[in-house]
């Protein structure tokens, strides 16, 4: 296992390498000056110049490259080309706030799916199933910003129980923000649901085939004991890593999530930043998601490996 | 030896084929994706010819109009016929997300059989250079990408085909790895076959089943992707009829006039439910037994 980790670890650090540069190349392509875009298209010539040469714009693209990776690793994320602040707090507090989100779907969306799935998958091919696996479909499918502005629609301005709009202020703590939460959460919980609720069907089902399962039912067994010590314990195995797997679409849905709620989050960053040409902005903002879900994974393998001893993975 | 050859695959297609039917019958909500999926293929055909109104023509004295017997989906902020704009906007959505599919099934299937097939050095770069574009969730590659290139149709058909190469190519290169220690590729080599004779006749065929049901899972998360660009403003640009986009506009106006949000939402849900069951259809027709695989 030891041997094994360093090796992750070692894996992931190329990883985010490997990512920086993609990030760091691509905001290269940028249409227009970064220098012109900062001082905006009154410019004088010397003044773009001045500060072409204050920012390494003159430098080759490797250095400007490692410069910057440089900066970045010892915590100097530069400043936002908009408000002049230092990117690294707003990117960390945004980075809590997403994580508030992000840990509060989590909470609603894999319990709830892997008790559909299991149901889904007891009562195989019958209507409960017919039920979770249509609705489990729709939810998978439909894009968050469809089904939070339905919720607004319903929930927030029809019904009246929740705030329709989540632009709180960004230093709020969790329970001051918690009422501005939930609609967002359902929101993202919608795909995620649908996620976990459809793949642990598919792996109780395959344990329900399994001789064991039917070994412990013909020793007779009660039905509920067959399902808590032989079938849970095995088919929530794939539903860790499914989770963890799905860390790349809970990202995802947070971005569109939290703009369609104006939620202070790091995805509402970075497209912000993206309609702003904000380079520092988008580049930390990036590496921080590509962090997370590099970890994320990392620590499903981990948890695979603890839960499952007969995986040794190399 | 050549014709008795063909003959028995001419079969074994036949019964194959025989096998599909009673399967699909068994899951009604195949059926139904099927007729969501050609209704809305009809629509993007011969939508503009059907559609009351030309897409962009504004009538700034009934803005907002709520449904009625002129506008049976009522108007947008521009007075524009929402009923006109979601037939044409229906040709956007499966052009932009079908041509992205088709790139990226393409190119993963050349990278995910000649990786798979070759093994060695060439398989291991192919993998981790996969890994890498993997390592970045796909809607925020997109975002910056699209950033990069600035927002416009075909960037986001080469954006969504780049995005959703490794996917595709990964589970090719699976089945292929499958296939190679199979006895009828062993045999075909024995014969001298050549490598892209083998790839081509012994292991495509094969190959084809796995790879129809990925091709119908991008083509799903591929309608969501660029619905979801579309909202965020990074895909197709105004005033295109797209309906991502015209969710997003319906956002400032749907306080007062649901019927703006209701009819492109209920449309992307439509379609996304379609595509869906299709998907899980072709999956329980091609690979029955297999495990539902959702990533």
């Known amino acids: ?131 979770i696996t249509g609705v489990s479909m729709a939810f998978v499918g439909l894009p968050e910003f ?84 032989h079938v849970l314990r095995n088919s929530l195995l794939p539903t860790v890593t499914i989770v963890a797997m799905g860390i790349g679409w809970l990202l995802g849905g947070l971005i569109v999530t939290e703009a369609v709620y104006g939620y202070p989050g790091l995805g509402r960053l970075l497209v912000y930043g993206i309609q702003r040409q904000d380079l520092p902005i988008i580049q930390a903002g990036s590496m921080i998601v590509v962090a997370v879900y590099s970890l994320s994974n990392l620590a499903a393998d981990i948890i695979y490996g603890m839960l499952n001893p007969r995986i040794r993975v190399d | 030896m050549a014709l008795a050859n063909g003959e028995e695959k001419k079969k074994a297609g036949v019964s194959y084929l025989g096998k599909f039917f009673p399967r699909l019958r068994r899951y009604p909500t195949t059926y139904i ?21 030309h897409y962009s023509q504004q009538n700034l004295a009934l803005r907002l109009d709520p449904p009625s017997e002129e506008h049976i989906f009522g108007t947008d902020q521009f007075g524009r016929d929402i009923y006109s704009r979601i037939l044409v906007g229906s040709r956007d959505v499966l052009t932009v997300a079908g041509s992205g599919t088709a790139l990226a099934v393409f190119f993963g299937l050349l990278l995910g059989l000649f990786s798979g097939y070759r093994g060695g050095l060439f398989d291991e770069m192919v993998m981790r250079a996969m890994d890498v574009i993997l390592s970045i969730p796909p809607l925020l590659l997109a975002m910056v990408i699209l950033f990069a290139l600035g927002p416009s149709r075909v960037n986001v058909i080469l954006v969504v085909g780049f995005l959703y190469i490794p996917m595709v190519a990964r589970v090719v290169r699976s089945v292929v790895l499958e296939l190679k220690t199979r006895q009828f590729v062993e045999a075909a080599r024995m014969r001298g076959e050549s490598s892209l004779y083998i790839l081509y006749k012994e292991i495509l065929p094969n190959v084809l089943p796995s790879l129809a049901v990925e091709a119908s899972m991008r083509f799903s998360y591929s309608i969501f992707l660029v619905a979801s660009l579309g909202f965020l403003g990074l895909g197709v640009q105004p005033p295109s009829p797209d309906w991502g986009l015209m969710v997003g506009e319906a956002r400032t106006w749907f306080y007062q006039a649901q019927w703006v949000l209701y009819f492109p939402a209920g449309a992307i849900a439509l379609l996304v439910v379609g595509v869906g069951f299709m998907s899980d259809g072709l999956r329980r027709m091609l690979l029955p037994g297999g495990v539902s695989d959702v990533g």
């Open chain 2, 33 to 53: 994706g099927f007729a969501i999926i050609l209704a809305f293929l009809f629509i993007a055909i011969f939508g503009p010819m059907i559609a009351p109104y």
């Open chain 1, 146 to 229: 469809v089904s939070g502005l339905l919720l607004i629609s319903f929930l927030a301005i029809g019904a009246g129980w929740f705030p329709a709009n989540s632009s709180i202020d960004p230093d709020s703590t969790f329970f001051q923000s918690l009422p501005y939460l939930i609609l967002p959460a359902i929101t993202v919980s919608l795909t995620g649901l649908g996620y976990v609720a459809r793949m642990t069907r598919s792996g109780t089902i395959d344990v329900l085939r399994s001789d064991y399962v039917r070994a412990a039912e013909l020793k007779g067994l009660p039905g509920s004991q067959v399902l808590t010590r």
């Open chain 1, 1 to 131: 296992m030891g041997s094994y980790f360093i090796r992750r670890i070692g894996f992931i650090i190329i990883t985010l390498i490997l990512a920086s540069i993609i990030i760091f190349s691509i905001t290269q392509f940028l249409p227009g000056d970064v220098a012109q875009v900062i001082l905006g298209q009154f410019a004088t010539e010397t003044a773009i110049a001045n500060l072409r040469e204050e920012l390494g714009l003159n430098e080759p693209l490797h250095m400007q490259y490692l410069n910057w990776a440089g900066n970045f690793i010892q915590g100097d994320w530069g400043n936002s080309l908009v408000s002049r602040m230092p990117v690294r707090p707003i990117v960390t507090q945004r980075l809590v706030n997403s994580a508030m989100l992000a840990g509060l779907a989590l909470l609603i969306y894999v319990p709830l799916g892997i008790v559909l799935g299991v149901i889904a998958a007891l009562k195989r091919d019958r209507l409960p199933d017919q039920m």
